[in-house]
């Protein structure tokens, strides 16, 4: 047991150092279930609206972006949360596990602290079987607490249903704790181990949406299917905590192996040599900015291209159910004002908008890290004057996210118009891509304004996001007040595909979004660089 | 005409942060092709200094200027005409050491590769490993390399030594003497007494963020104490009221004594006596840190 001596040291190390940032993912997870579970009956008062919403999984965007859905004849307040948003709480869990798995394993090494940990009588495998542990004990506060506190929350919540409901989570969330565990050993650098772990989780969503929405014998092989198999508060399931024991045993055993192979440190592709010059492309600060985003760029863009072509495969299930049900295509046409195709088009392009915001964000942001690492004052102590540096990383991140929203969008279009044979709808889907482009730009802008004059309270971009995320994907199903919705740049884009283009509300949120930079840019300025 | 050979001047420069006060009123000047030293104890503020001076921190009161140019109003004048080695380079994990010198040289505004090529030599450095497989001494390297081949006009150094080895130590005292003959000005903030009382014309001597000297090796040594040892036979020598000696020893017809200021009240005195032997020792460049930073407790 050599390879384990330190382990309990470092876990109360790892706590004392986290106990800022797990009781916010705590808090943040779990307050944000609770919020939810108080608010549902308010807006759904009487058994119809409740059974109105229940009909509505009968659509394949429903099953694409939530889930089979169960217990839909009797769709109680429970399966009515647990079905809505299991899916979501699953993915906030698993990129919470990713986070802080990456941080304490790889990040350490990265940084070359580790090196002293593992100079002291640390054993071999105590940094990951500590960082797993916490991580593991943090789900199971999360699981405990929402089985306590939801039936306090809800009305006709029962204990069982919501111990069914964060054991559920808990199952995906300790998944990809294992999964980044394994992704860490893999790479030297921290960054690209969380980026492996999130491709894999992006993979899994997708496995799931397609299982979801045409083979359902496909949602088994993903973990974020598991949780709403677990059907809490309908008929409680428990063989997906079997299968998330065996697969996470699997996978610690996994990293234990590479982790025995390897060096301290490295990774398990050795680096090579590389070219004594720099190439001109890499000799100025755009270049250079372009540089070290350009493998986020590529892997967002291939990830963004996959989930529109994903997207896009399965316009013709929404056609196919248009034609079958045309009482309620009525209905919900008259309702939106387009037609089905172009609402569910419509929220295709703007989920892609969202998920763009994940490289947008992070590339801004690259600023900040590269000041955090010491890398700016290097290059500020050249001729470089500061609003150019900063500008070049805003620059290429303004581009590359327009480029991945397009690229995603132009995959998500060839198959819509593929499918229904109608090459118009690769433009509309495309203006509508175009219209959201400034909507992103705001977040950058924002990165930008924060980084200047507020870097410590740089998170409030990623907040921004979230509300961001929250009120597109929940607004309807929360029945949110038009003040709420107008406070996310998302939604001041016009409608498209169907609604009306204004040019307006484009041109004023992309004025906005240059008005941030250009705060940013002067604030930054004005202010001390931080030293390591 | 003096004023055109400043290169460098601090103006009652103030930083401090929140109730800390890092730098207290700094004020000292830089002539064309002096090389000053910067001492002090850990958390004097050398570093704090360096940062004003490149423009990365603003001063809460006060001005430093480069050339005229005000550092923190307008750091790319500046920067056009200094080149900087901080005290530990933090490398991009990614790019090779050559490329991360062809983008420094690049961003400094130019260099000339044959140069470039030179030091790669003489500092025995491979520049084709990726940043994160360097030692501390190679990253080191890298900072020194990039910022002598740009023949900046001025030389800012922070530590620069830290990490090098002995023999790559002696190389860089010779590119230091190249520099100086080139006319370059070099500021070198150091704790290698060794390397500022070769190198150095004038020292500046920082503590608690105040200047508490700035001249060169020789003032110094004279505002100092130096130590006096004589033997003398017969009555010894009374220094009861003789101004400036101190740590007066005894030992049978041998007498040792600090001595600071102007020995003329001290060799009156001795005369008196009978002195059959004296000898007068300046104090090593050690001492002299010893009595500027050792006086109080030094806070981190």
């Not at chain 1, 250079?288 to 291939?302: K, N, V």
């Not at chain 1, 056609?319 to 009482?327: F, H, L, Q, V």
């Not at chain 1, 089905?340 to 295709?348: A, D, K, N, R, Y």
């Amino acid at each position: 047991m050599n390879e384990f001596k330190g382990t309990s040291t470092l876990i109360r190390f790892m706590l004392r150092r986290d106990r800022v940032r797990i009781p916010l993912w705590i808090a943040g997870i779990v307050g944000f279930v609770l919020l939810f579970a108080a608010a549902v009956p308010g807006i759904y008062p009487t058994e119809a609206d409740r059974q109105a919403r229940a009909d509505l999984w009968d659509t394949p965007i429903a099953n694409l972006m939530r889930g089979p859905g169960y217990g839909l004849d009797d769709y109680t307040f429970g399966v009515m949360i647990a079905a809505e948003i299991m899916l979501y709480i699953a993915i906030a869990a698993a990129l919470m596990s990713i986070f802080l798995i990456v941080r304490h394993t790889r990040r350490e090494e990265e940084t070359g602290r580790l090196e002293l940990i593992r100079s002291s009588v640390v054993g071999k495998y105590a940094q990951s079987t500590a960082a797993f542990t916490v991580v593991v004990l943090a789900h199971l506060v999360i699981a405990a607490l929402l089985a306590l506190l939801l039936p306090l929350v809800g009305e006709d919540l029962a204990f069982g249903g919501s111990l069914a409901f964060g054991i559920g989570i808990a199952v995906a969330g300790i998944v990809f704790a294992g999964v980044a565990l394994v992704t860490a050993q893999l790479s030297e650098f921290g960054r690209t181990a969380s980026s492996m772990a999130a491709v894999i989780l992006a993979g899994a969503f997708l496995i799931r949406a397609v299982g979801d929405v045409q083979w359902h014998i496909l949602s088994w092989f993903s973990p974020l299917a598991w949780p709403q198999e677990m059907r809490p508060f309908f008929d409680e399931r428990w063989l997906p905590v079997l299968l998330g024991v065996v697969l996470t045993g699997l996978l610690v055993l996994g990293a234990f192996a590479l982790n025995r192979v390897r060096d301290v440190a490295a990774g398990v592709v050795r680096p090579r040599p590389g070219p004594a010059n720099a190439s001109d492309s890499l000799s100025n600060p755009f270049g250079f900015a372009f540089r070290q985003l350009r493998g986020s760029l590529i892997g967002w863009s291939a990830g963004v291209i996959v989930l529109g072509a994903t997207f896009g495969s399965t316009v013709g299930e929404i056609s196919d159910w248009a034609a079958e049900n045309p009482g309620l295509t009525e209905l919900l046409e008259a309702f939106e004002g387009v037609t089905v195709l172009e609402s569910f088009l419509g929220f295709l392009v703007m989920a892609m908008a969202l998920i763009t915001a994940g490289f947008a964000i992070p590339a801004a942001l690259r600023a900040r890290s590269e000041e955090n690492e010491g890398h700016a004052e290097s290059l500020l102590a050249t001729a470089l004057a500061r609003s150019r540096w900063l500008g070049s990383y805003l620059l290429v991140a303004l581009l590359g996210s327009a480029f991945v929203l397009l690229s995603g969008s132009a995959a998500l279009g060839v198959l819509a118009a593929i499918d229904q044979n109608d090459g118009g709808l690769f433009l509309q889907i495309m203006g509508a891509a175009l219209a959201y482009i400034p909507a992103i730009w705001i977040l950058i802008g924002l990165a930008g304004l924060l980084f200047g004059a507020l870097p410590r309270a740089i998170v409030v971009v990623w907040i921004a996001f979230l509300y961001a995320f929250v009120v597109g994907i929940f607004g309807d199903l929360l029945n949110l007040p038009s003040w709420m919705f107008s406070l996310s740049p998302y939604e001041h884009v016009p409608d498209l595909p169907g609604g009306e283009f204004t040019v307006l509300s484009v041109v004023l949120l992309t004025l906005v979004a240059l008005a941030l930079i250009v705060a940013g840019l002067i604030s930054f300025g004005n202010r001390d660089l931080q030293s390591v | 005409m003096a004023e055109n050979n400043e290169v460098l001047r601090f103006d009652n420069v103030t930083k401090r942060f929140g109730e800390t006060i890092a730098l207290d009123s700094l004020s000292m000047t830089l002539e064309r092709g002096e090389v000053v030293g910067l001492l002090g104890p850990n958390g004097a503020g050398k570093t704090t200094a360096l940062r004003i001076l490149l423009g990365l921190i603003k001063p809460t009161e006060g001005q430093a200027t480069v050339y005229g140019f005000d550092t923190w109003l307008q750091p790319v004048q500046v920067h056009q005409r200094l080149a900087y080695v901080p005290s530990e380079f933090n490398v991009w994990p990614n790019l090779t050491g050559g490329q991360i010198l062809d983008l420094l040289g690049a961003l400094y505004g130019g260099y000339d590769p044959d140069i470039r090529e030179q030091y790669i030599e003489r500092f025995n450095f491979d520049p084709n490993k990726k940043g994160r497989t360097y030692s501390k001494g190679n990253r080191q390297k890298i900072a020194l390399i990039a910022a002598l081949m740009t023949r900046a006009d001025l030389l800012v150094m922070d530590e620069p030594t830290a990490g090098l080895d002995p023999l790559l130590e002696q190389e860089f005292q010779t590119v230091l003497r190249e520099a100086k003959s080139r006319g370059q000005t070099i500021l070198l903030s150091s704790h290698v007494l060794s390397e500022v009382e070769v190198a150095c014309d004038r020292v500046a001597i920082l503590r608690n963020g105040r200047l508490v000297e700035y001249g060169t090796l020789q003032d110094l040594r004279h505002l100092s104490a130096r130590t006096v040892e004589a033997t003398y036979r017969g009555d010894p020598p009374d220094f009861a009221d003789v101004t400036g000696v101190e740590d007066v020893v005894f030992e049978n017809g041998h007498v040792r004594l600090q001595v600071t200021g102007s020995t003329d009240p001290l060799i009156k005195a001795m005369a008196k006596s009978e002195i059959t032997g004296i000898q007068v020792r300046e104090p090593t460049l050690e001492e002299l840190f010893h009595s500027y930073y050792g006086e109080e407790p030094v806070d981190g």
